[in-house]
């Protein structure tokens, strides 16, 4: 055997060794993500569930709102306070992240301009 073929062999198995290294952190953060991961998807089932079924979410809070003392008061300032909420995080998202002005949004500023001028 020559000394090239020696040092392919030993550039192998050092690179083998590395892979075998790396297999075992990648184990190692797999297995610690796993409980978080699993939160994230049972949100997003979730998240799903309440899309495709918003009566059944609407009957819920009104049942709740109902069952309330303070019912719809209650149910009022906290739509207020959600509200209030959607404004300021989307002027901050906003300020942060400027929408692009697409073409078709010129186009129709000027038919919309040359409605109101004729």
Known sequence: MTSHEDDLRRSRSELLAMIEAQREQMSGIASELQVPLALA?????????MRRHPLLIAGT??????????????LAGGLLGVWKGYQYVNS????????????????????NLERLES
Not at 41 to 49: A, I, K
Not at 95 to 101: A, H, S
């Open 41 to 49: 998807d049972q949100g997003v089932s979730v998240f799903r569930f």
């Open 61 to 74: 809070v009104v049942l709740f709102v109902i069952r309330s003392r303070r019912g719809v008061a209650e």
């Open 92 to 111: 901050v998202w906003e300020k942060l992240l400027p929408r692009k002005q697409l073409p078709h949004d010129d186009l129709e500023t000027t038919m």
